[in-house]
Nanobody
Framework: QVQLVESGGGLVQAGGSLRLSCEASGRTAAMGWFRQAPGKEREFVATINWAGGSTHYADSVKGRFTISRDNANTLYLQMNSLLPEDTARYYC?????????????????WGQGTQVTVSS
């Protein structure tokens, strides 16, 4: 069982930046970030493989967001040039596989999420 705790969310103006962190209680395989806006389904944002050398992004965040991980079981999401449509609750998740994946069915453990609100 892996516990995940996100932090770093908050209120920011459009065009601003935030850095989300996710601390895992143990070793993890591939990891990912997902988000859910009010009234919408949870959607994929970014994923990284177990070694950190392979990443994939949703088209909506490509070029603005960067996913990374360190050797201390912490996952990050650097978010730049934020837009009001990025407003959502952001969740980190740990996958069953070592390969980066956008499929939510591949993720076994989920955090409680951190709220990101971008004002226009």
């Amino acid at each position: 069982q892996v516990q995940l705790v996100e932090s770093g969310g908050g209120l920011v103006q459009a065009g601003g930046s935030l850095r989300l962190s996710c601390e895992a209680s143990g070793r993890t395989a591939a990891m990912g970030w997902f988000r859910q806006a009010p009234g919408k389904e949870r959607e994929f944002v970014a994923t990284i493989n177990w070694a950190g050398g392979s990443t994939h992004y949703a088209d909506s965040v490509k070029g603005r967001f960067t996913i990374s991980r360190d050797n201390a079981n912490t996952l990050y999401l650097q978010m730049n040039s934020l837009l009001p449509e990025d407003t959502a609750r952001y969740y980190c998740a740990a996958a069953r596989t070592y390969t980066a994946t956008y499929s939510q069915r591949e993720y076994a453990f989920w955090g409680q999420g951190t709220q990101v609100t971008v004002s226009s």
